[in-house]
């Protein structure tokens, strides 16, 4: 802990994560700090790494489903939040929630992100994960983003580096970390009124404590959700959480789930949409064990 002490920072022990998440699931971190600038998230890296403490960025937790045990190491939450705009163009702190990216870019009468309305989190976090709605995905206006590489420090590279595709990017295997993001949108289209992307939301999404789609949609013509719908198990329920009536591929925490309960709703209906219609579900919710390895359902 001698580096990270010696930057300063409060560092918060035995921090409970779940009620930095959507669905208010996770045990808690040895070691938590909250971020409010990008140019602390190298320092703070580099002196984890120093004091070999393994460490993991958390922005908005939309998509993260902590271990009941929490984390055996440092969690970044990151909060840097400063936004500038040039003409067409966008530079953001990678976290920044998008809704107030949105809110910047409709002020400028920027759009095209108008689209991704309501959906929560950080622009790092969508970076990552190339979050997407209504059509378009955060990739889409990339045109560059400032990185974190270990060992070599600051990097900007371009869009093409991030190998944006469906719910995914490079950085699922590079494990770089976004520090700040530069857009280019188009003019506002006047007719895409973001308020009609909000209405379906409101009406087509589960309320309460969700994280979005749990699986990702195996082909663009068949959603998970339909598949699940389809092999009756909107409703399931194992401890706390259950499958929305609403909508099959939201999970709800209807009061004090753990990730136990997630992992058990997750492989039955894996199972049983394998048995019955011979297609692997993959989760886009992203589940972590105590040490940060990913969770294979
Ligand atoms: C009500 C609701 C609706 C949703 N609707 C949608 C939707 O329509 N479409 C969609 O795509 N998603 C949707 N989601 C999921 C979620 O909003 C997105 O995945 C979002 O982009 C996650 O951002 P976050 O900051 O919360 O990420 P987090 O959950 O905090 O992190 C997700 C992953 O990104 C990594 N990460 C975070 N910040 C950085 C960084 N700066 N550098 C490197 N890695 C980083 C984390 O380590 C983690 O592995 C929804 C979620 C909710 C709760």
Redesign the pocket.
Known sequence: MNELEKLGIEIKRDEPLAPYT?YKIGGPADYFVNIRASADLPKVIEAAEKDKIPY?????????VFSDKGFRGLVIH?MANKIEVHGSQMIVE?GTPLSLVIAEALKHELGGIDKLFG????I???I??N???QGVEIGDFVVSVKIYRSGQGIVEEPKEYFQFSY?HSF?KKSHE??LEVKLDLPTLDPDGAPIEVLKFRAEK?PKGK????FFKNPTANESAGFLIDKAGLKGLKVGDIEISQQHGNWLMNLGSATQKDILAVARKTKEIVKEKFGIDLEPEN?LIDEHGNRIDI
């Open positions: 959507a993991m960025l958390l922005g908005g937790g939309c998509n993260t990151n990678s959906l929560p989190g950080t790092g976090g969508a990552y994960g979050a997407g709605a719910r950085l970390i976004v999404q969700v994280a979005g789609s992203i």
